[in-house]
């Protein structure tokens, strides 16, 4: 038989042994008491080691991001922030977000509070304390107006048009590069012509004779541009846009366009599990239309008195018009997302079910986070994911603009 102690757990083979034990003058320890303290101090010990390390990780975490975003940037018409969303990621840090859209300036300031996000119009902005300071100027600039008038007055024109505000805050700063996103019309535009009148422009070039002049010669900043397919940079969707880079003609490097990918996203690889959100909808018979409609097709597919009664007066106008009543198949990337997720010319429709795209897969399809937040009424936020620079484009352009920059 073996006798235990029920205070510190002891155990005897004889019972006077444990009778003594019972009886000795110094009771002994109640053992749970100091196994609890054991435990304690060991948790205690283990904690403390812990933190170290913690502390640790997270000096060498920021020495890396110190040495990554040794590369800033000033980005103005930031949108809701899908362009600087992937210059971020890429490793660039932000000096400067400016838009004058009050919903655009509350998203940026949501998702990247450390950022000195400016609200207002571009013009307006000190921007004295960034001269000589800044890697990178960016911006989906809208252009308004290219005349041949706007190209004779150069920068001095008082319509004030945005390009030439953004070459004025060029020109001020004096960055190591820039980097102008447009849409792709820009470079058919007046037959070409609105695009050279750009490039002159950023060439700071007062030349008049505009078929033979030494502006490029002449230019502090090496510019090329080209129109990228978002499809072939890891986005499930066919977004084109033009991108004119400049580098400052004392950078060693020259700037490469990111290089196409052979595979693509589809639509199958983004749109499942995405979180609920707000979403538009359609009526009942744009509904009981595209109940007809199979994935990837359009108004095509209807029979021949629907497709009349649709289209109307347009029906015999020709052209493929394939945006409208456009039903996403899971298998492509999707048409280029709009501000609006549905219009009579130019339908998105989700690709398994009778509705436009919701918030969060526009987001998705956009290659935003699904943890990034956009605010504003529902309009206004399909309006900043429609309007953005896909993210994953913008992180890859910005590598390979971090890659111009390295020394
Ligand atoms: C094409 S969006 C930019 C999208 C952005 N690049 C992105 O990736 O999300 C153009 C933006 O320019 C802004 N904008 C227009 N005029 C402006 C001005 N004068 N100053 C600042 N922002 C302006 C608009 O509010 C709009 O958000």
Redesign the pocket.
């Known amino acids: 038989m073996i006798y235990s102690c029920e205070k510190c757990m002891k155990t005897f083979s004889q019972k006077s042994h444990y009778d003594k034990h019972l009886t000795r003058k110094r009771t002994c320890e109640i053992q749970s008491d100091k196994i609890k303290e054991l435990v304690d101090k060991t948790v205690e010990i283990k904690i403390n080691e812990l933190k170290k390390k913690l502390n640790i990780v997270e000096e060498k975490i920021d020495q890396q991001n110190q040495s990554m975003s040794i590369h800033n940037f000033i980005e103005?018409?930031?949108?809701?922030?899908?362009?600087s969303c992937g210059l971020i990621k890429a490793g660039f840090t932000p000096l400067l977000l400016?838009?004058?859209?009050n919903d655009?300036c509350k998203t940026l300031k949501k998702n990247h509070p450390e950022a000195n996000v400016i609200c207002g119009?571009?013009?307006k902005i000190d921007y004295s304390s960034y001269i000589n300071k800044v890697d990178l100027l960016t911006g989906?600039v809208?252009c308004q107006s290219f005349s041949q008038a706007g190209l004779r007055k150069g920068l001095s024109d008082p319509r004030g048009d945005?390009m030439y505000k953004f070459i004025k805050i060029l020109y001020l700063i004096k960055p190591k590069m820039f980097m102008i996103?447009n849409v792709k019309g820009l470079l058919t535009h007046d037959k070409g012509n609105t695009i050279k009148t750009i490039i002159k422009a950023l060439h700071n070039c007062e030349c008049k004779n505009v078929i033979k002049c030494d502006c490029e010669s002449k230019s502090e900043y090496n510019i090329v541009y080209k129109c990228i397919d978002a499809s072939k940079h890891d986005v499930p969707q066919k977004r084109e846009r033009v991108f004119i880079v400049g580098t400052i003609k004392t950078t060693k490097k020259q700037f490469e366009y990111p290089i196409e990918l052979s595979s693509k996203k589809v639509l199958k690889h983004v749109l499942y599990n995405v979180p609920q959100s707000n979403g538009a909808k359609y009526n009942e018979t744009k509904i009981k239309l595209f109940k007809m409609i199979p994935q990837g097709g359009c108004w095509i597919n209807l029979p021949e008195n629907l497709q009349r009664e649709y289209l109307g007066n347009s029906y015999n106008s020709g052209g493929g018009r394939r945006g409208i009543l456009h039903r996403l198949s899971m298998e492509k990337p999707s048409l280029t997302l709009l501000c609006t997720p549905s219009q009579k010319q130019t339908e998105r429709c989700h690709p398994l079910e009778e509705r436009p795209l919701t918030i969060r897969e526009y987001a998705r399809i956009q290659t935003f986070d699904d943890s990034y937040e956009f605010l504003g009424s529902i309009a206004s936020q399909y309006k900043q994911i429609g309007?953005?620079?896909p993210v994953e484009l913008?992180r890859q352009m910005g590598i390979a603009l971090l890659k111009t920059l390295e020394v």
Do not use: F, T
């Open positions: 103005v018409c930031a949108g809701g922030g899908g362009l400016n838009d004058n859209n655009c119009s571009m013009d989906g809208p945005l996103e309007n953005a620079v913008a």
